[in-house]
């Protein structure tokens, strides 16, 4: 299966269980695998045909952003349903990252990744 990815989204928003971070916006990363049959926009050349990541890159950033979870999980899952809400998206695998998650100890970041087919 051909795929499409995206990585290193980084977009703000409030998620979070702690109420601090249900209150403060802070940065989160995503990638996004999309798989999908890419021949007709590999003979054709027309973004007609293709599943535009710009698009999908812009409706990730809109999940994040304007929404608000407790759970990176949930987010994952508004990411991966808005991907799959294109007919030619056949699976998708996406990963939030939590840049500054808030425990006592030297984490670069938290992350879940989910794929839904």
Do not use: C, N, W
């Not at 695998?33 to 293709?50: I, K, Q």
């Not at 030619?88 to 970041?109: E, F, G, H, N, Y």
């Amino acid at each position: 299966m051909d795929v499409i990815s995206l990585r290193g989204l980084r977009v703000t928003g409030t998620h979070g269980v702690l109420a601090e971070e249900q209150s403060r916006a802070q940065p989160f990363e995503v990638d996004i695998d999309v798989h999908a049959d890419l021949r007709a926009a590999g003979a054709s050349d027309d973004l007609d045909d293709t599943v535009d990541y710009g698009a999908l890159a812009e409706a990730a950033a809109r999940v994040v952003a304007g929404e608000r979870h407790a759970l990176l999980e949930r987010v994952a899952e508004r990411i991966a349903e808005v991907a799959l809400g294109d007919e030619r998206v056949q699976s998708v695998t996406v990963t939030v990252r939590k840049l500054r998650p808030p425990v006592p100890l030297d984490i670069a970041s938290t992350a879940v990744t989910v794929t839904r087919p």
